[in-house]
């Protein structure tokens, strides 16, 4: 069992959005790693963070992506920072991993600059690029390919994975 695409990109690039799209039109189910978490911790991600630490949530998350590969056969969006785990890159290089790839300013807008995720406390602009500058070469290293999101709908976004991946 395998996901048919494993979708990886930063905070606010549309993961979530775009697998539920290419969940529907393949009549398959869309899974996300961050809501399995929250399911099992009982808990949000953010709660997790105040109360646990990054570092819990980064083994939860890491427990998470690893069942999720192994056993869910539809579409997999995983949490921004899933891919920094160098047993995960190494899970991920047997999958159709595709990078949402979104810009600083699209990334802002959808995020929000009063957005509650505990990694943008602060300086929503200033975190959401540095975030983006130390992730985006790891993305790139696990994927197949990048889509561009910037300006696009999530039904235009699903069109070129789609059409990427010969589906």
Same mark, same amino acid.
């Given at each position: 069992?395998?996901? *048919?695409?494993?979708? @990886?990109?930063?905070?606010?690039?549309?993961?979530?959005?775009?697998?539920?799209?290419?969940?529907?039109?393949?009549? @398959?189910?869309?899974?996300?790693?961050?809501?399995?978490?929250?399911?099992?911790?009982?808990?949000?991600?953010?709660?997790?963070?105040?109360?646990?630490?990054?570092?819990?949530?980064?083994?939860?998350? +890491?427990?998470?992506?690893?069942?999720?590969?192994? *056993?869910?056969?539809?579409?997999?969006?995983?949490?921004?920072?899933?891919?920094?785990?160098?047993?995960?890159? @190494?899970?991920?290089?047997?999958?159709?991993?595709?990078?949402?790839?979104?810009?600083?300013?699209?990334? @802002? +807008?959808?995020?929000?600059?009063? *957005?509650?995720?505990?990694?943008?406390?602060?300086?929503?602009?200033?975190?959401? +690029?540095?975030?983006?500058?130390?992730?985006?070469?790891?993305?790139?290293?696990?994927?197949?390919?990048?889509?561009?999101?910037?300006?696009?709908?999530?039904?235009?976004?699903?069109?070129?994975?789609?059409?990427?991946?010969?589906?």
């Amino acid at each position: 069992m395998s996901p *048919s695409v494993v979708l @990886v990109g930063p905070m606010g690039a549309g993961k979530t959005t775009v697998g539920r799209v290419l969940a529907r039109r393949w009549g @398959v189910a869309v899974r996300d790693t961050d809501a399995d978490i929250e399911a099992d911790a009982g808990k949000p991600v953010s709660e997790i963070f105040v109360d646990e630490g990054e570092a819990h949530f980064r083994e939860l998350e +890491k427990a998470a992506v690893a069942a999720a590969l192994a *056993s869910h056969d539809g579409v997999l969006s995983l949490g921004g920072g899933a891919v920094l785990d160098p047993d995960t890159q @190494v899970l991920l290089k047997d999958h159709a991993v595709v990078f949402l790839r979104v810009g600083l300013a699209d990334a @802002v +807008k959808r995020v929000g600059l009063g *957005s509650a995720r505990p990694l943008l406390l602060g300086n929503v602009r200033g975190r959401v +690029k540095q975030l983006l500058d130390e992730r985006t070469p790891i993305y790139e290293a696990v994927a197949r390919f990048a889509v561009e999101t910037d300006g696009r709908t999530p039904e235009q976004v699903a069109d070129d994975i789609e059409e990427r991946l010969g589906r």
